[in-house]
Each structure stands twice: as C-alpha cells, then as structure tokens.
C-alpha cells in the first residue's frame, strides 16, 4: 500500500487573498501565488516515498464566484509546477449532499482507493477545522499549519511552516 500527504490548497500551498477584512480563496490566476518552498517541500514529500495529493474544497465555482476555466488554469500550474500525484476537488456549496465537502472525508476516500492508500500510515496538513474535521472523519493522523486566522483552532499537533513537516517524514 502507498502513503500520502493530502494537502489542502488554499492557505497551505498557496496564499489567500485579503480583502475587505477577510481571507478569500484566489479566483483568477493572476492572483494565485504560492508560499515559499513549496515545490521543495513536494520533492522531499516525494523522495520519502509518500504520494502527494491535494484535496480541496472550491465552493466558489457553486457559487458563480470562481470560473472553471480559471480553476483549470490553476491545477495546470499545481501539476506542471509543483508536480503533485493527483488533485482533487469538491466543487459543492454548502450543505453538501454529495459527501465530498471537507469536513466530509470524501475526497480522501476517494484518493484511497484510487491510489491504493494507507490511512494509518498518512497525514493531512490544512488551515481550518473543515480540514481537520476532513482527516479524522478519514482516520488521517492531522497537522495544523499556523496562520494568523487559525489561532483559535485547539490542536496540539501545529506546525508553523510547510517545510516543518519533513519532522513527519520516515
């Protein structure tokens, strides 16, 4: 069986935008900018031997906020630039029937079982409850990247870079 580190994207891999005293997730390409060392930390989650996949939740596509074609211009960049395994999305709103929106564990079931995953011998790294809520309805061991946003998230197991989680790498 294979491991994997499931990322979420917005606020992990890449910056959000703040506007108007909020965080928003980008909705154009121009617009979407990834942290530092982010493609160094796929190719050491790689080297390890681990899978690298991202799971996101994009309402905004639901919502008429976010255009396909944009989301499509900005996965093509994830794969050629950071050249992850696999990325996959819910494009539902809330509430989500389909069971696919994080905190729903949908989307890693489904990269389970398509890449023949271990849970027990994976993690996830997000921003938000959703996300954390996403990992244990999965059985995912959970890291929290800090941001100013997330304080008041009580989890013992936070990291406060990307490039912390090579502690997490066997």
């Not at 994997?4 to 617009?31: C, H, M, T, W």
């Amino acid at each position: 069986m294979n491991r994997a580190v499931f990322f979420d994207r917005d606020g992990v891999l890449n910056k959000l935008i703040f506007q108007q005293g909020n965080y928003y997730s980008p909705r154009e390409i121009n617009n979407f900018k990834l942290y530092n060392n982010t493609t160094k930390v796929i190719k050491t989650v790689k080297d390890k031997g681990y899978l690298s996949i991202i799971i996101s939740n994009q309402p905004d596509i639901a919502r008429g906020l976010l255009k396909k074609t944009e989301l499509n211009k900005m996965t093509k960049y994830l794969y050629n630039k950071l050249k992850v395994d696999d990325i996959l999305y819910c494009m539902h709103d809330d509430p989500d029937v389909k069971g696919c929106r994080k905190p729903a564990a949908g989307l890693i079931i489904k990269a389970k079982n398509k890449w023949n995953i271990s849970l027990q011998h994976s993690f996830m790294i997000g921003d938000t409850e959703k996300d954390l809520g996403a990992a244990k309805n999965a059985g995912v061991k959970f890291l929290l990247i800090s941001r100013n946003y997330n304080e008041n998230i009580n989890i013992s197991d936070r990291i406060n870079k990307l490039t912390d989680i090579t502690l997490y790498l066997d």
